[in-house]
């Protein structure tokens, strides 16, 4: 018997799983129970994940228009080529119009010539395309939705590091199951300590909750996330859209 002033917990939310996930239907927006650890696997409690942005139905052509949108955006478009008014070169006329029995031409800077023009060549653009707020905010609920199913989505109580050795960050990793590529995502600013461990390690990138997108998610196979960064994307997603 435990002490009256005692919470029992279920043994059930006591399993080494990241997010319990009963066995039931994916995208019912219910809320899901999460644990909470550190990078010392430190229990820290547990966290209510709101169900209509980590559990919402998975679909692929959302995700797709989001990173076809994001890829677009932050194309250069510095490609440029040369006009026939720009490229170097006489304006005088080649030879005379007729007699010569060759084709007439009034300059060598025509594109049939070497050194000549570009005829219809591309120029510096923006390849961005407009794409709804309201689906932009529907990719990133189904992006964090495709990792919390599968398991790979883990809420840290704090990234605190000790220092800002890498080796320290490297054990931390390889405690994690199945994890190649990982994203850190904290609630404000990134810790100097964190930047610095994790700057010389390609398959670690760390960001903040503001910077937090579609792609980053699947370009990683492994998420996780502070309890002030999840506060603050939740209340990014209830926050009404301004028209």
Not at 25 to 46: C, I, M, P, S, W
Not at 68 to 82: D, E, F, I, V, Y
Not at 101 to 123: N, V
């Amino acid at each position: 018997m435990a002490p009256a002033n005692e919470v029992l917990i279920p043994p059930e939310l006591l399993s080494s799983k990241t997010v319990w996930t009963p066995d039931r239907e994916l995208g019912q927006y219910e809320d899901l129970v999460a644990r909470v650890t550190n990078f010392h696997n430190e229990d820290k409690g547990f966290m209510v994940l709101d169900g209509d942005v980590f559990d919402v139905p998975i679909r692929k052509d959302i995700v797709h228009r989001v990173v076809r949108w994001q890829l677009a955006k932050r194309q250069q478009g510095t490609h440029s080529t040369k006009t026939i008014s720009e490229v170097s070169g006489t304006g005088r006329k080649p030879y005379k119009q007729k007699g010569t029995g060759r084709a007439r031409h009034g300059t060598l800077r025509g594109c049939q010539f070497r050194g000549g023009a570009t005829m219809h060549g591309p120029k510096p653009r923006s390849h961005a395309f407009k794409l709804q707020k309201k689906v932009r905010r529907l990719g990133l609920k189904i992006a964090l939705s495709a990792r919390t199913a599968e398991g790979k989505l883990c809420i840290f109580e704090d990234l605190e590091v000790p220092s800002h050795k890498t080796k320290n960050i490297v054990q931390y990793i390889k405690q994690m199951d199945d994890t190649k590529k990982i994203l850190l995502v904290d609630g404000g600013d990134i810790d100097k300590k964190l930047k610095l461990a994790t700057q010389n390690l390609h398959y670690v990138n760390v960001i903040p909750s503001i910077g937090l997108n579609v792609y980053s998610i699947l370009q990683h196979d492994t998420l996780v996330m502070t309890r002030d960064a999840i506060n603050r994307i939740v209340e990014r997603m209830h926050t009404p859209i301004s028209r």
